[in-house]
């Protein structure tokens, strides 16, 4: 069976430090993958989707970036964290064809 | 983008009540979910439904997507269905709208 995995669970974070995020699938290969931010109270936007090793997406113009540099490996990273990035950010995974998606645990993210 | 309504935004039941969730979408869709979220924030998949009807134990849902329209239904709601319920569509490729969700708190 497939399964997600994110880490790290928490994070606090000053502003103007870089971030790295990371998101594994395990159990499929070549999935589309893609990180999601909440804001508190909030539904989920769609940040970036991934369909292929370096092949990224940006849906939503940003201080962040994402890069996919194995088939079931996905990085959230920014070089310098604003106030306003703080959130739960989640990574989901779609088999390719089929548009499905599965939702890893989330990251919490404060940056003070 | 597509907009994504879900109503009503706050429900509050008592154990063993029935609800109806519905979800709005203003445009045509190439698929939808719905899903749960848990207070620990993870989102559980409940039924990926582009379109007819679907039932798993208490819960059911179904799409008219010629109507731009997904209802959810939860009978005889127990205490851990609470949480919070997002309605999902994709329009495009990989152009996934999420709705702001129906906040479910049922009482014992």
């Known amino acids: 069976s497939q399964t997600i995995h994110q880490w790290p669970a928490t994070l606090v974070q000053p502003v103007g430090s870089p971030l790295s995020l990371e998101c594994t699938v395990e159990g499929t290969s070549n999935p589309n993958l893609y990180w999601y931010r909440q804001a508190a109270g909030r539904g989920l936007q769609l940040l970036f989707y991934s369909v292929g090793i370096g092949q990224i997406s940006s849906e939503v113009p940003q201080n962040l970036s994402a890069s996919r540099p194995q088939d079931r490996q996905f990085i959230l990273s920014s070089k310098k964290l604003l106030l306003s990035d703080s959130g739960f950010y989640l990574c989901?995974?779609?088999?390719?064809?089929?548009?499905?998606?599965?939702f890893g645990p989330g990251t919490r993210l404060t940056v003070l | 983008g597509i907009q994504v309504e879900q109503s009503p935004p706050d429900l509050i039941l008592q154990e063993g009540a029935n609800s109806t969730l519905r979800c709005n979408f203003s445009d045509s869709v190439n698929n939808l979910q719905w899903f749960h979220q848990n207070p620990w924030g993870q989102l559980i998949n409940l039924f990926y439904?582009?379109?007819g009807t679907k039932q798993n134990g208490r819960l059911s849902a179904t799409t008219v997507a010629t109507e731009r329209y997904s209802l959810l239904y939860i009978s005889s709601s127990q205490t851990t269905d609470s949480g919070v319920y997002f309605c999902?569509?994709?329009?495009?490729?990989?152009?996934?709208?999420f709705g702001s969700g129906t906040k479910l708190n049922v009482k014992p």
């Open positions: 439904i582009p379109s």
């Open positions: 989901a995974w779609s088999p390719r064809l089929w548009y499905e998606q599965f």
């Open positions: 999902a569509v994709m329009a495009g490729f990989n152009k996934f709208y």
